[in-house]
């Protein structure tokens, strides 16, 4: 226990440890509280649900920041409910905390819109236990129908990914190269090249958030390596080994990936304010919630708006990491007594990659990349922003050899309860 002001930081995405970097010399005790005792990298989650890098290189020790931050402490714990009149927060796994100054930077989560079956057998890819549990979930159908061929037949190794947003194009666009480049070497007496990938989206057409030209690439280039784009359908139910379509037409797939849609994270709801679109919690210029100036949210689970354009953010990195920056930014001028600074953000463009040498940049003059270029440059972009030089060497050391071999070293199956 100290004198100083407690600043607790919630959630150690890219929001939270925005905030607590910039609180690095603030005269406060500074608490990070995460239910993972790790920062999950989710841009490349798809890889790792695709084998192409091992699991440990998009999760860094949030343990490891506690030595570059003198004045930060990290309890691993989940977060039960927010009182903003009391200033307490209630945990599963340890007692309640008071707070002077509170960042909420607890992410999103998969949104299943009410698709029947959904919730229960679609694959979300969120985070770190999504990735895995994937990777196994397919790695297992795959050894499945090895020794039971009529798998095949039902559908077993055919894959449909709903969304055809970054998140589900990356990820068919993998786990097609995963089949195409693989398992076709894998499992050479199966007939892996029948195997089927299929998006599903909605809107008549992928990529919405990008230019035209980008949109017809992406199409191509899935098309090109295999993926069958079914746009302007919708998936209405889902079971263990079929998928239904709005059309009528029912699918044989037994993985079928979410990539369709996020909410706030619930704990949202604790707070007995009104809640913004998708539960998102709405704040001012200063990033703080209104009545509660010692309240920030930031990140995924905010509604923030661009001070300069007026527009809505949208639940990517860059916003999230500069929100979180801003909030810790304008707690240390409180405590030094200096005006806040309003939210102005910094667009450095949007980038996606659909596989080897086909990726996507969109700058924010409206300027287009396409294939090998944007794919540099969305290799840089990442590498850059992993946390952690360890998981930055090992990354390189596996995308050089994937990219040289095309082999996915991290096709192994691991059951750590066996015996
Ligand atoms: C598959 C995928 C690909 C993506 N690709 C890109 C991309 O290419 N470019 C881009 O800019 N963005 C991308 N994004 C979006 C980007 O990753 C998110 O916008 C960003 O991570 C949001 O940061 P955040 O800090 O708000 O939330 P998060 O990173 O989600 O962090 C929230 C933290 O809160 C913790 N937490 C949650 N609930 C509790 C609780 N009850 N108690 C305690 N702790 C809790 C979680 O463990 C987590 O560490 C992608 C997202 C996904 C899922």
Redesign the pocket.
Known sequence: MTDKPRVVI???????LGAAGKLKKAKAEVVL????DY??F??M??QVATNLIATEEVAHPLRDLARKLPNLLIHR????NIDLAKRELEFQEMAPLAYDYLVI????KVNFFGVKGAAEYAFP???LPDAVRLKYHILNKWDAADKDRSLIEDGALNIVVVGGG??GV??AGALIELYRGNFIHDYRDMPAKDAKVTLVEFAPNIFSMFKEDIQKFGKRALEKRGVEVRLGEAVTEVTPTRVHLKSGEVLKAHTLVW?AGLQA?P?TKTLGIELQKGGRIPVGPDLSIAGHPEVFA????AWMTDTNTDQVLP??????LQA?ELAGENIARDLKRKEREPFIYFDKG???TIGRGAAVTQLPNGMTMKGKLAQFSWGFV?LWLLSGGDARTKTVIDWSWAGVSRKRIARVTIDPTEK
């Open positions: 919630l959630g150690g995405g890219f929001a939270g509280i995460d239910k993972h920062h999950t989710q841009p989650l798809y714990a989940t977060v039960t930077a607890l992410g999103a890819l969120y985070t970054p998140t990356e990820s990539g994270n704990i930031v990140g995924d689970v639940q990517l990195g860059g916003p999230a979180g949007t980038m996606a990442h």
